[in-house]
Every structure is written in C-alpha cells, then in structure tokens.
C-alpha cells in the first residue's frame, strides 16, 4: 500500500497513487519515486526576519544582461531580502551573466543552481535535457571563478541508472577534481577541503 499524502496547495507527489503524476511515474521509474523535502520557520513567515528571493522556476538566466539586471535589483529593494539565488541551466550561461551575478555577492549570499538531473550523458539523451555532462562541468568551472556558491539539482533513480552508477561517477569526478587542485600546487588539506565542501556537493545532491 502506498501512503498517503497531500500538502496545504492540493498538490500530490508522484509516488503518491491518487497523483495526477502517478500512473506516468510508475510506467518510466518502477523503481519509486521521491517527492521534495522542504523544511519550515517555526512560527511561519512572521516569525522569519530575513528572506532569499528565489529564482527557482525554468531558465532565469534566458534574458539579455540588462533585463536581468532590472529583474535582479527588483528583487533586492526589500531590505529583509539578504539574498539571491538563481535557477538556471548549464548551457543558459556565460562571463556576461556570471559577471552580474556575481556584482551582488558582496551584499547578498548569492547561489546559482544549476539544473542537470544526470551525471550519466545517456540519461540526458534519453530525457531530452539538450546539454551532457561536460557542458555542465564547464559551467560550473566557469561559476568558480567569479566565486559564486553552487548547488546542482539531481534526479536520484532515473530509468537504467542505481546507486552504484551515480556514486562510481561522482568519486571518478572526485578524483579528477583532486588531481587538477594537486597540479595547481594546492596541499593535501586544502584538496580535502576544496573536493568535499564544493565539487562533491556539486555531484549530487538528495
């Protein structure tokens, strides 16, 4: 028996079987589906004193430089705002938007999140994402260098994929990572450091 359960806006998730996503979610991941953990202000909104302003749904980086600059400071006139975090795609970005971006990390924490679902380029094919894996890697690469915080958005369980592939994947990426810190000159602690704080998180994420 599946349990039951629905949020405060009617909207069930897929693994739940009166879910409008059920009967698809079943047919293409038999092996289970996960909805999406959130977590609370005790008190509720008035007891929250400062906000993000979260740019989470589709491709927030789709827009010419200016435009997304007027949308950007729109969004950090409230003073509770102390932050920015933005959702976009790896093959939505580039030095011009990442410049912007990271003209508001001095006064506000400011995040990218980048979604790629998979680590696997099969997988993407097969989902119909329109970028692989490297072109995620380059965008990331690019993201460090303007010293903007990251976070990517994984799908755990997609068709032909299981625990041992995306973990086997994410140490390779690891070990890539460390390899490249070592021949910058960077000692061992700070390749420790550097590979679990930032790269690995990168990988996945539950």
């Not at 008035?46 to 740019?55: I, L, N, P, R």
């Not at 950007?72 to 509770?80: F, G």
């Not at 380059?138 to 369980?157: Q, S």
């Given at each position: 028996a599946i349990p039951y359960y629905q949020n405060k806006y009617g909207h069930s998730i897929s693994a739940i079987d009166d879910s409008l996503y059920y009967e698809t979610a079943s047919k293409y991941l038999p092996n289970g589906t996960c909805g999406v953990v959130s977590f609370g202000v005790k008190?509720?909104?008035?007891?929250?004193?400062?906000?993000?302003?979260?740019?989470?749904?589709?491709?927030?980086?789709?827009?010419?430089?200016?435009?997304?600059?007027?949308?950007?400071?729109?969004?950090?006139?409230?003073?509770?705002?102390?932050?920015?975090?933005?959702?976009?795609?790896?093959?939505?970005?580039?030095?011009?938007?990442?410049?912007?971006?990271?003209?508001?990390?001095?006064?506000y924490y400011t995040w990218i999140e980048y979604g790629l679902q998979s680590c696997h380029?099969?997988?993407?094919?097969?989902?119909?994402?329109?970028?692989?894996?490297?072109?995620?890697?380059?965008?990331?690469?690019?993201?460090?260098?303007?010293?903007?915080?990251?976070?990517?958005?994984?799908?755990?369980?997609?068709?032909?994929?299981?625990k041992e592939a995306v973990y086997t994947r994410m140490i390779t990426e690891r070990n890539n990572i460390a390899a490249a810190y070592k021949a910058q000159g960077e000692s061992e602690a700070q390749i420790i450091k550097n590979t679990t704080d930032k790269e690995v998180s990168v990988m996945i994420s539950q």
């Open positions: 008190g509720g909104r008035k007891a929250a004193e400062k906000f993000m302003s979260y740019f989470q749904a589709y491709t927030n980086t789709y827009k010419p430089v200016k435009e997304l600059e007027k949308i950007y400071n729109s969004a950090t006139k409230n003073e509770k705002i102390i932050g920015l975090s933005i959702g976009t795609r790896p093959d939505c970005i580039d030095d011009d938007k990442l410049k912007l971006i990271a003209s508001y990390k001095d006064d380029d099969k997988t993407l094919k097969l989902i119909n994402r329109g970028h692989d894996f490297d072109c995620f890697k380059r965008a990331v690469e690019k993201t460090k260098k303007y010293g903007i915080n990251i976070c990517t958005h994984v799908i755990l369980g997609l068709p032909d994929e299981n």
